[in-house]
């Protein structure tokens, strides 16, 4: 069973934060320009890609960890939510939420994750034991960091977004906290956790990107202010112990936001 890590998961799970497309006042949202609407496909692919993420947690050893499956189902519901309300704005815009921008070898790597992915992650991760959840917890962490930093500029491009940015900042700032403490506990636990945690950094991609063009998984990160935000960001372990500054450190973070923000 998980062992507690500070994060209150039954007040979280008591509380869910819902930002719904009845909370907009959607036909006011129907003329946004064209960067913003650029931003919001994008994050709205992110959100889904994050949902589907739930698949890959669960048929590895985390779903045995109690305290992570409790946080995953509102989680989850939370996410539900915020993807369509997302689609919502979009579709005010005339955009298809849900739109594919998978290149042709995008396509063919989703095909194979879809069919051969959950089994042959079920397998790899049943070998490597529970220290995968500590791996699983910083990318998950990664996700949620540049996710807030993506909303606060949205909020900041577009006034009539500022207050729904807000509250999904506000959302995935929660998320943030359970991963970030859960990643902390995870990796203080032995070698085996921090090694495959530096692995599982150094392969982070732009939560949504897997599947698409160089030049769409680059954009997020090309606004100067993004880059250098993303840029500054820290696991969030500066208090923890020295064996954790390695693979969790620095140096894997800034190197994997630098690979997503080259152009």
Known sequence: MSAPT????????????????????????????????????????????????????????????????AFLTTW?????????????VLAANGRAAGEDRATALGRLRRARDERLGPVLGAV??????????????????????????????LGVAEPRLTATAGAVVRLKERHLAFFTAEARA??????????????????????GTRYAARRTRAHPAADPEVRAALLGLRPGFE??????????????VRTALTRVGRR
């Open 6 to 69: 500070g994060f209150d998961v039954r007040a979280y799970m008591r509380d869910p934060l819902q930002v719904r497309p009845t909370d907009l006042d959607l036909p006011a949202l129907g003329d946004l320009d064209p960067t913003t609407l650029e931003a919001l496909t994008r994050l709205e692919a992110a959100e889904r890609a994050l949902l589907h993420r739930m698949r890959d947690f669960l048929v590895t050893p985390t779903h045995a960890e109690s305290r992570v499956t």
């Open 76 to 88: 989850a519901y939370e996410q539900h939510w915020l993807v369509q309300t997302l689609g919502a």
């Open 124 to 153: 790899s991760s049943n070998l490597l034991g529970a220290d995968v959840t500590g791996a699983q917890m910083l990318t998950s962490r990664l996700d949620a960091a540049v996710l807030i930093e993506s909303y606060r500029r």
């Open 186 to 207: 995870r990796l203080a636990a032995g070698p085996g956790a921090r090694r495959l945690a530096r692995m599982a950094v150094s392969r982070w991609q732009w939560p």
């Open 239 to 252: 208090g923890a112990a020295a064996p954790l500054r390695g693979p969790a450190g620095t140096r894997s």
